[in-house]
């Protein structure tokens, strides 16, 4: 549930950004409304839906292995993740694509903050269906090495 919860949430911030900042992105690209129309796709909303959903997954199971205790720590990581992932990457590409860094930052902004976000959810709900080892397990012997 808290996955889901992280992906709606990302996207609403995803929209939000966009409603915001989209003019900006467009003049940065030198895009403008005719060559937009003609370009309609569905495939950039797939992506960033598919995208969405591999990364809370992801992120969700990282968080059992780490573990996060927390919401603080869950956005925390999810920044970190955001940057060192994403962002880092998306400003070299702009780079060799000779696009301006502002459509960096404005791209990589909201990876940052749907990611923070997500993390901060993910860290707060800590209900993970972990396997707990069940008594029978814990008698188990020890495995041992015979050279």
Not at 3 to 20: E, M, N, Q, S, T
Request: with cysteine.
């Amino acid at each position: 549930m808290a996955i889901i919860l992280a992906f709606i949430v990302a996207l609403i911030v995803h929209g939000i950004w966009y409603f915001y900042l989209g003019s900006l992105w467009r003049e940065y690209n030198l895009l403008n409304e005719r060559i937009l129309s003609e370009k309609v796709s569905v495939a950039p909303f797939l992506y960033t839906i598919l995208s969405y959903l591999v990364v809370f997954n992801l992120m969700a199971w990282i968080f059992t292995k780490i573990p996060v205790s927390n919401a603080f720590q869950g956005m925390g990581l999810g920044g970190l993740f955001a940057c060192g992932f994403y962002v880092s990457v998306l400003f070299g590409q702009n780079e060799f694509a000779l696009r301006p860094i502002e459509t960096a930052f404005i791209d990589g902004g909201v990876i940052v903050v749907s990611w923070m976000i997500g993390g901060l959810i993910l860290g707060a709900w800590k209900k993970y269906d972990l396997i707990e080892p069940d008594e029978s397990q814990s008698n188990l012997p020890e495995p041992t090495m015979n050279l």
